[in-house]
T-cell receptor
């Protein structure tokens, strides 16, 4: 597709369950970011992938969170044993460069609700 | 780490009025992005400012970057209901060797017809 695609767009899950969020970046973009936006909060950096380099996981809030990027393209963010505080909109973005002033394109986000 | 503070946090204006949103950085600004977010939608890129003193315009939206003040401003002229949404400023630290994007908390704009 022409833009960054995320799925599902909405997810309601029970506390304690695992969830997987998917991001399809723009073809050819080497950089991929995951962010989350909680109610009333700004965007919070979670993880960054750049090409084949080791990802920067410094933003992941706990070891229940993990992310993979297969073949330098599709990325999956996994949250294990979900908690209510995990409820947020999870945004994925991709860009064509790791530095310099290139525009980051964002997906629509996945709205996660943990009940 | 860099922090971006936006002001005001929310703004309600009458259609046709002008308005300004500010974004102030705690560290040297090497450049800045402005995004707009509408409910249920992803972030939409508005403008990118790279150099001190740079000013860019798109339709009725103008953004400026003041390196000395470590600040950027977004100005909307003759606001319309379509301008309503949350405006976010963002900067990356690539000038400082990092690549994390930092975001302000956003300014919620409501435009009353």
């Amino acid at each position: 597709g022409a833009g960054v695609s995320q799925s599902p767009s909405n997810k309601v899950t029970e506390k304690g369950k695992d969830v997987e969020l998917r991001c399809d970046p723009i073809s050819g973009h080497t950089a991929l970011y995951w962010y989350r936006q909680s109610l009333g909060q700004g965007l919070e950096f979670l993880i960054y992938f750049q090409g084949n380099s080791a990802p920067d996981k410094s933003g992941l809030p706990s070891d229940r969170f993990s992310a993979e990027r297969t073949g330098g393209s599709v990325s999956t963010l996994t949250i294990q044993r979900t908690q209510q505080e995990d409820s947020a909109v999870y945004l994925c973005a991709s860009s064509s460069s790791n530095r310099g002033w290139t525009e980051a394109f964002f997906g629509q986000g996945t709205r996660l609700t943990v009940v | 780490s860099q922090e971006l503070e936006q002001s005001p946090q929310s703004l309600i204006v009458q259609e046709g009025k002008n308005l300004t949103i500010n974004c102030t950085s705690s560290k040297t600004l090497y450049g800045l992005y402005w995004y707009k977010q509408k409910y249920g939608e992803g972030l939409i890129f508005l403008m990118m400012l790279q150099k001190g003193g740079e000013e860019k315009s798109h339709e009725k939206i103008t953004a400026k970057l003041d390196e000395k003040k470590q600040q950027s401003s977004l100005h909307i002229t003759a606001s319309q209901p379509s301008h309503a949404g949350i405006y976010l400023c963002s900067s990356d630290d690539s000038g400082a060797g990092s690549y994390q994007l930092t975001f302000g908390k956003g300014t919620k704009l409501s435009v009353i017809p």
